[in-house]
């Protein structure tokens, strides 16, 4: 057995609630029986990494009992040859080389744990994505690679120590960020199992974008209806609260128990208001109404539809001048214009994010828009479209049915970099908005169903009502006689205004559909389906950390593995705000954040991984220093330990709930008392020792 | 691909990368079949804010001839790790100078979760600067003799 590299380390993490006495010094030694898996991920890898000289390199490492190449090691037939290698050999580590850890980490944590392993004396090496899939053209050179990443590897895995998830007591609360239909029903799934729930909505109306709209593809349900009664079942939990008004201004703490600080702005408006249409004629002030996508107008207090919920006005103290006419025309009752917010604080396990999506609104001149009342966004015309909306239903325009529309797809989706200007947020949006091209076509068939006369031209990039029951949107449009045209990524249709002709507008597209011919559409009206667009939620990611993406959605940790799960333990995403998606995903994500909310805290226990800081007592000399590295509070702290009987002196300990893992305090410490468990300086070290082990050949540079 | 050298003098490159920032964003670059000189070699880290300066002059005395800090810049999901670590980089320059090591083979950088093209420009930056000063080694024999 081989002596530790370097100074001994203590056995365990000193916590908050372990014993004060240094423990003895033990000098802990090398493992000695490591296996090593060299996956070839069904020649992802080993089309270019030789495999086998990888493993027979591996093999004749100190320490290492039996190395194998396989074709995929997170099949079962990989995961038995590591489960039977740990029974018959006895192996007291495990590196498995494939994909990235992010994929497959906590798949081969679990097979030693099945194994009977310590699941956290796995480690992983990385050579898909950073040897084979980087380096395709440089076989000699990603073996290599792939051979000092495995020699790595084995070197911090014969320095692993057996670990255990940090406990914690769990708050049986959830907070709820977002009251539209994805927070609606996570909120309620989270509440009928028992949980405590707080749902806080930023605007002073539940039901977000879904209540604009008439209908719901594809099973056509009125939208509201359907909103108004989840909101229902919502109000009927005993055990759910719901604030309107509200937002999250601060949030710490950890997952199972999170202190967030709300902040709830007065509605302004009671139940004693009597005459509501008075008090709302009243007002002399007249904004852009958000309802309705800019069509229309509504006053300082203001109420979205009738019935909306809560069914009470609410004043938009952003426009209120606080003039006291609505309060006058209310006979002084039911209003009141102090506007002071409230602050509370809340305890809460875990936080689901679903605050939901914009829509892109287009540049000045984007196809038109802004530069002609007859160009309209796809969302304006869902209002239009609406009997309960501002026309009553009526698509018309100066009091006219339009007698021929063009809808021009992808308008602020799958932008291509030098085709497309940035929109006003100075942004690409690279992405598909998916739920466009079902919601135009859901559009074009109401417009052919309701005005017959009216020619509609569909003009799109490419097409697809992807999900279940969508594709008859397709099949009736066309054949309701809406006609199709089709353009090339870098050929976008024009729209001209015609001052003078018969029709006011002109659509020029290049038809790829009519082998390139270019065609001019005289229009009335030509509609944007715009895209989906992420949230400004900047305030939130800042206090949370969330990961963003490269589209500005929030990210979950992985799509298939860990869906719905952002990368802070604790808070789950769902809805729009993580992707594009219509009212049924949502829905299911929403479902899925809840799911996994009731699992996390359904014990009394919240379980977190164990990588915090830990002290080494017999080190340590009290000084204090990594006090001032830490920020976190509570998550290192000085007490009193016995070093010899009757002498008592200082000593750092680490309270691991409250650590959060970031190794800010280890360099502080000048006698090296401190390191982050599995992920301990001495095994970077020892990482380093053996990536330069062997000198680079000239393979490895060609 | 970015910067594959050609000279015949053999060097390495460390990259320290963040697991919330970095590491997926060299993943992706990896995911995307971007190419960078196999020389480069990562290890992951929660927080490059962990290292001691001796970890630095650890890497250049065992032959590592360059190391990029591929961190989480400001949106570093640790409070005030990025600028602990900022303030950390010119003790260790400090320490590389006195054992004759061009501070340039250090280099402090913010790598985002899908940034792939500000990777292998970093990645191609360090490659030219190794190729131009060549093995570290050469440095710390200069100044030994």
Known sequence: ?702 | MAGTPTETQATRMLVVATLLCSYPGIDATGQAHMEYPPNTYVIPTPDPVMFPESFYLHCFEKGIDGILIASCGTDSPYEGSYEQLAARIPKVYAQMKARGISIRRLKLTAICSVCTKAFLKEVSDMEAVMAELGPVSGEMTAVTA
């Not at chain 1, 009992?65 to 580590?93: N, P, T, W, Y």
């Not at chain 1, 790595?152 to 057996?162: G, S």
Request: aromatic content about 4%; hydrophobic content about 40%; glycine content about 8%.
């Open chain 1, 1 to 702: 057995m081989a002596e530790r590299r370097s100074k001994p380390k203590n056995q365990a993490a000193t916590t908050a609630a372990a014993p004060a006495t240094p423990p003895e010094v033990v000098l802990p030694v090398l493992a000695e029986k490591v296996g090593v898996y060299i996956c070839h991920c069904g020649g992802n890898i080993s089309d270019v990494v030789d495999v086998d000289k990888v493993a027979t390199e591996a093999a004749g490492l100190d320490g290492v009992a039996v190395a194998r190449h396989i074709m995929f090691m997170c099949s079962d037939e990989g995961q038995k040859a590591i489960v039977d290698d740990i029974q018959a050999l006895g192996l007291d580590r495990v590196v498995v080389a494939a994909c990235t850890p992010k994929l497959h980490e906590a798949t081969f944590r679990r097979v030693l744990q099945r194994g009977g392993m310590n699941p956290y004396l796995f480690l992983p090496a990385n050579i898909r994505e950073q040897a084979s899939w980087a380096h395709p053209h440089s076989p000699k050179a990603a073996t290599e690679k792939a051979s000092a990443l495995v020699r790595a590897a084995v070197a911090k895995a014969q320095m692993l120590e057996p670990l255990e998830k940090v406990r914690v007591a769990a708050v049986h609360r959830a907070l709820v960020i977002g009251g539209g239909v994805a927070g609606l029903r996570a909120a309620l799934d989270l509440a009928r199992q028992g949980l405590g729930v707080t749902l806080v909505e930023k605007s002073p109306f539940l039901g977000g974008r879904t209540t604009q709209l008439h209908t719901v593809f594809p099973t056509e349900d009125p939208a509201r209806l359907l909103v108004h009664r989840l909101i229902a079942e919502v109000k009927a939990q005993p055990n759910l609260t719901i604030l309107t008004e509200t937002e999250v201004v601060a949030l710490t703490g950890y997952v199972g128990d999170f202190t967030v600080t709300l902040k709830t702005t007065p509605r302004g408006v009671n139940a004693e208001l009597a005459d509501r249409q008075a008090a709302i004629a009243a007002c002399p002030i007249s904004v852009a109404n958000e309802f309705d996508d800019g069509i229309s107008k509504r006053r300082a207090i203001y109420q979205p539809y009738p019935g909306s919920e809560p069914d009470l006005p609410a004043i938009d103290w952003a426009s209120c001048t606080r003039c006291g006419d609505c309060v006058t025309a209310a006979g002084g009752r039911g209003i009141d214009l102090k506007s002071d917010p409230i602050e509370t604080t809340i305890e809460t396990g875990a936080i689901v994010v679903a605050t939901g999506f914009d829509h892109y609104e287009p540049r000045v001149g984007e196809y038109g828009y802004a530069t002609s009342p007859r160009i309209l966004t796809l969302p304006q015309v869902h209002r239009m479209l609406d009997p309960e909306g501002p026309t009553g239903g009526r698509l018309e325009i100066d009091g006219r049915v339009p007698r021929s529309i063009a809808m021009i797809h992808c308008v602020g989706s799958r932008q291509i970099e030098d085709v497309d200007e940035p929109g006003p947020d100075g942004k690409l949006h690279e992405y598909c908005s998916r739920v466009c091209c079902t919601a135009t076509l859901q559009a074009a068939n109401q417009i052919r169903q309701k005005y017959p006369k009216t020619a509609v031209y569909d003009l799109y990039r490419d097409i697809r009502t992807y999900g279940r029951d969508q594709e008859p949107y397709y099949v009736d449009a066309s054949k309701a006689g809406v006609v199709f045209m089709r353009f090339a990524n870098d050929a976008r249709p024009t729209v001209e205004l015609s001052d003078g002709a018969d029709f006011p507008l002109k659509v020029t597209v290049t038809d790829t559909l009519t082998f390139g011919t270019e065609i001019e559409v005289p229009v009335d009206l030509v509609i944007l389906s715009v895209g989906v667009m992420p949230r400004d939620v900047t305030g939130l990611i800042e206090m949370t950390h969330a990961p963003v993406g490269a589209d500005g959605f929030l990210l979950e940790v992985h799509p298939k593995l860990r869906p719905v799960e952002s990368a802070i333990p604790g808070l789950l995403l769902a809805g729009t705000v993580q992707a594009p998606m219509d009212v049924t995903e949502s829905t299911s994500a929403a479902s899925a954040a809840a799911a996994k909310v009731t699992a996390l805290l359904a014990g009394d226990h919240v379980e977190m991984e164990p990588f915090v800081a830990k002290v080494d007592p017999s080190l340590c000399d009290g000084c204090g220093l990594c006090l001032d590295a830490c920020r976190y509070a509570g998550a290192i702290a000085m007490q009193e330990v016995e070093i010899e009987e009757g002498v008592l002196e200082k000593r750092a300990y680490v309270n691991p709930v409250a650590c959060k893992g970031c190794g800010a305090c280890v360099p502080s410490c000048p006698v090296s008392a401190l390191d982050v468990a599995g992920w301990e300086i001495d095994q970077y070290k020892a990482m380093i020792d053996a990536i330069t082990a062997e000198p680079l050949t000239a393979g490895a540079r060609s």
